[in-house]
């Protein structure tokens, strides 16, 4: 799935939920861009400077109306419901980071029966545990 398909298909669940809340007079984006575009931003994973980056340079033409870096990420923190709705409640063992969460120390590998993570390289370092 290319990343275009991705967004296309992410921004129809995310109209199929938002479908009534109507748009601002004042505002330039709908609800259902803002929330996509903020899902989009939490999946990426990257910077607020590196993402605007990205969107304006590949996607300005599924976005044509999206404003200026600072008001996008405005938008993002006044709306920031809308967009939690979407997201999973993070638990134990279902996060989403880009760095490995240790779970256990290096030393204590193997001295359980059920240990939860494997060993691994994370931001060039060993740890036990996951991403």
Same mark, same amino acid.
């Given at each position: ?26 505002? *330039? ?8 575009? $903020? /899902? ?6 990257? $910077? ?6 990205? /969107?304006?340079?590949?996607?300005? %033409?599924?976005?044509?109306?999206? &404003? ?10 006044? *709306?920031?419901?809308?967009? %939690?709705?979407?997201?999973?409640? &993070?638990?134990? /063992? ?5 760095? $490995?969460?240790? /779970?256990?120390h290096r030393r204590r590998e193997g001295r359980r &029966? %059920? %240990?939860i993570g494997r060993k691994g390289l994370s931001n ?5 545990g996951g991403k």
């Open positions: 799935m290319t990343t275009l398909e991705f967004i296309t298909a992410l921004f129809y669940e995310v109209d199929e939920q938002l479908r009534t809340i109507p748009k601002p007079p004042e505002a *330039h984006l709908w609800p259902r861009e803002v929330v996509t575009l $903020g /899902l989009v931003h939490a999946r990426t994973g990257v $910077g607020n400077r590196a993402f605007s980056r990205w /969107l304006t340079r590949d996607y300005r %033409q599924l976005f044509p109306l999206v &404003p200026e870096r600072t008001r996008l990420f405005r938008i993002f923190r006044t *709306h920031e419901d809308w967009t %939690q709705a979407f997201l999973a409640a &993070p638990t134990v /063992l279902v996060v989403i980071d880009t760095y $490995g969460i240790e /779970l256990s &029966p %059920q %240990q060039h370092r060993w740890i036990i």
